[in-house]
Structures are given as C-alpha cells and as structure tokens.
C-alpha cells in the first residue's frame, strides 16, 4: 500500500491513517467515506489532534483505539456532515400541507394524533419545520408528537435548546418568525429560540440507524433526508424496509433531494420529487 505524507498539512497524516479511520466509521455509522474525503477527514479530525495535544494522525488512530469509550463519540461527531435548514426542500413542506394533512384528518380522526419520525435530524430545522406545518394546519385539540433522532449528540443537544443564529432564519417569513421564534436579548440578541409550544412536542433522542432501534410505535410518516447518501446500497435497502416495519400502508418516507430508491427492492412507489408512499 502506498504512503502518502502530503506536505501541506501540519500534522502528519497518511493514507493509512485515513484508511483505518474511514474504516472504523464505516463499520459503526454506514458512512462510506471515498478517497475523496480524505481531506476532509483531515480537516474535521485536526481539532482533535490540537485539543488532545497529539502529534500526529497515527498517534490519533493509536488513542481511539485505547481511549474508545471516551473518544469514539467525538470522533463520530466529528466526521459527520450536519448540514440542514428550516425548510429545505420546500415541496416536501408544501405536500405535507396539500396532501399529508387531508388525509390525517380523514384518516386520524379518531384518535386525534399524529406522530412523526424525523430520522438523521441534524440539529432539529426539521423536525421543527414539519412541527410547524403540523400545528398551522391541524386543529388544537390535536396531539402532535416528533421524535428526532441522530448518531451526532453534538447536534441533539443543539435541536434540543432550539437556538439559532439569526442569520439561520433570514429567508423566513415575518409571520412565521413572529408565530414560532422568540427573540434573544442581550448577548444572544443576534439568536432566536423556538417557542416553548413547539419544542414541547418534540423528543429528540440519539439513535444509530445502523443499530437495533428501540422504536416501539409507528408513524404517520417518516422523513429521512439527505442520509442515505452516505450509505451504499444494502444498507440503504436494508434501511428502508425496516422504515417499511413503522409505516401503515398509505403512509409516506420522504428522503433527499440528491437521494433515490431506484433499484431498491422495498414496499414503496415513488409518487412525487423524493416522495415515497408505502403501497404493500
Ligand atoms: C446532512 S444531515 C441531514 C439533516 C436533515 N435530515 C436535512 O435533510 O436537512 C445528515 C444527518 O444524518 C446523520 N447520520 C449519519 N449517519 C447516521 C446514522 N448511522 N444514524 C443516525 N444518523 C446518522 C448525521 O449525523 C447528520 O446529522
């Protein structure tokens, strides 16, 4: 195998070092990591090698290794990619109100619930956007309830407190920041909290999807965007069809843009722009 020290960077790392480590979060996360990251594992490592004040990536593979109760975590934290926002992806918010909601109201009407799985959450613009269409659009007497879930506690922690730059939330309408966002003072002047009624509906809870899932109840839909990207195709099949397990049929997986079921065998037809409804 050929060593590669690349000069620019200031601690040495090489192939090696990224092989075992791409390697290592493959086996626990899914994450399939092409040599391309390799840079990326570098620059989302480093701070680890600073802050345990290591001298090299080797040293850093030798610590993980003897330090793995405490350290795997933040390695796992680390080499995740977290991206996210309040509505992405827009059409999916629009389906849930023109088409998901209608038919909840039909169909939920006994009981009055509704419960939603946002899976790889992130640090909860989500889950919250969906909580928002959910109580805009559904009467009061209704109960609510999304769970949201990640392998990065990082981010949970952050989905939980529900702080955001306000910077985060620029492309917002004024009415939609005036009904769900509560304005910081002071030294948090520049950031804004998700009022206390929405957050309250949340349950946000560390969960690796490549793991056994201590899920009980099932959903009225499942959004699990921009994830499976990561994942190659068994896992991804394999994925998919336990989301199936937590589904009634009629119900609906939403995944991202860039992400597609085609040539997965699974219990779902493709009825709009990544939006799956489960037929079987
Ligand atoms: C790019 S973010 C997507 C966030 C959000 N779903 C969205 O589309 O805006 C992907 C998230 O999936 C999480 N993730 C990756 N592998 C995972 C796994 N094996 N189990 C649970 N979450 C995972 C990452 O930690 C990250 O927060």
Known sequence: MTIMKRRKFEFEYTQKDFDF??????????????????????????????????????????????NKDTEFTLFINAITTNLTSFF?????????????????????????????????????????????????????NWKVS????????????????????????????????????????????DKVKIKAELRD??????????????????????FCRNVIIYFDKDTKEHLVNQYSQFLEVGSHLFIGHSESLHMIKTDFNLIGKTIYRKVS
Not at 44 to 54: P, S
Not at 100 to 111: A, C, H, S
Not at 201 to 222: A, Q, R, S, T, V
């Open 21 to 66: 480590l791409r390697r290592l979060s493959n086996t626990h996360s899914g994450i399939i990591a092409e040599n391309d990251k390799f840079d990326m594992f570098y620059s989302r490592l480093v701070r680890r090698i600073r802050a345990l004040k290591l001298g090299s990536f080797k040293e850093y593979c030798d610590y993980l290794v003897e």
């Open 88 to 140: 992405r992806e827009k059409h999916h918010f629009e389906y849930l109100k023109d088409v998901v909601i209608p038919e909840l109201l039909i169909n939920n009407k006994e009981t009055k619930t509704v419960k939603v799985w946002s899976a790889g959450c992130s640090t909860g613009e989500e889950p919250y956007s969906i909580g928002m269409i959910l109580l805009e659009n559904l009467p009061r």
């Open 146 to 189: 999304i769970l949201g879930t990640d392998l990065d506690t990082e981010v949970l922690i952050k989905a939980k407190e529900g702080v955001y730059h306000e910077d985060l939330v620029s492309e917002l309408s004024d009415k939609t920041l005036k009904r769900w966002f509560k304005k910081g003072a002071g030294n948090n002047a």
């Open 201 to 222: 509906i949340m349950h946000f809870k560390m969960l690796n999807l490549m793991e056994p899932w201590p899920i009980k109840n099932n959903f009225d839909f499942i």
